[in-house]
């Protein structure tokens, strides 16, 4: 992999509910400084990095729902679509888990693909947030049928706000159900270079992580 390949990999991301326009500022110029391929903040947060950001290339990503998605169908849409007029090129938004954990696809299906058409009319990618630390494989098995349906861009390990983060045991099961048809995205507690190449070998083809500029230097010094 070369460093160009490896900063395409990384959300860099900013998603502590205290965040400043400070830290905005800080992390839309390190996304720009080293190439990453998006920053993911809070939809709140969405015009301010779009303004820091614009015509640098590096995407704006608004959390929907975010980090528990226990919101109505309606009020995910509502928040999509505000991010999205306010600057967001990409959406990452959460899964109903209390709809998944009932039995209740048919709710999830529906949630995914309402939020999903929504991007594509508007030419969006849009990631689903499974929070695999709280599903059973089934369930993930479960999202990962309906994904195959509705076709969002990426399929999502997690917030980072759970009891876990992304596994690779996680990324290859996704990865295994979809194929090629959906992207995988890693995210949650991916802090260092072997980390990252092992969920990129799963199968993951973005990293969602706070740590990407250590990541990235560590990647430099071993090329050293």
Do not use: W
């Not at 995988?184 to 083809?205: N, P, Y």
């Amino acid at each position: 992999m070369e460093l160009q390949d490896l900063v395409k990999l990384f959300d860099h991301t900013y998603l502590k509910p205290y965040a400043a326009e400070a830290d905005m500022e800080k992390l839309c110029r390190e996304a720009k400084e080293y190439g990453f391929a998006m920053v993911a903040v809070n939809s709140v947060q969405t015009k301010r990095c779009a303004e820091f950001l614009k015509g640098s290339g590096v995407h704006v990503g608004a959390a929907v729902s975010f980090p528990l998605g226990q919101t109505t169908i309606g009020t995910k849409v509502f928040e999509t679509e505000d991010a999205i007029e306010n600057g967001a090129d990409e959406i990452d938004y959460v899964v109903n888990l209390t709809e998944l954990k009932g039995g209740n696809l048919a709710y999830i299906q529906e949630e995914m693909h309402r939020i999903v058409s929504v991007c594509r009319a508007h030419g969006i990618i849009s990631k689903v947030i499974f929070e695999n630390c709280f599903l059973t494989d089934e369930e993930k098995k479960a999202l990962c049928r309906i994904a195959l349906e509705e076709r969002p861009d990426y399929i999502k390990t997690s917030t980072g706000f759970g009891t876990g983060g992304a596994t690779l045991s996680d990324v290859k099961l996704m990865k295994e159900m979809v194929g090629d048809a959906v992207k995988v995205k890693a995210a949650g507690g991916i802090r260092d270079l072997d980390t990252c190449f092992a969920m990129a070998a799963a199968g993951a083809e973005r990293i969602g992580t706070s740590a990407s500029i250590a990541i990235t230097e560590e990647f430099k010094n071993r090329r050293q």
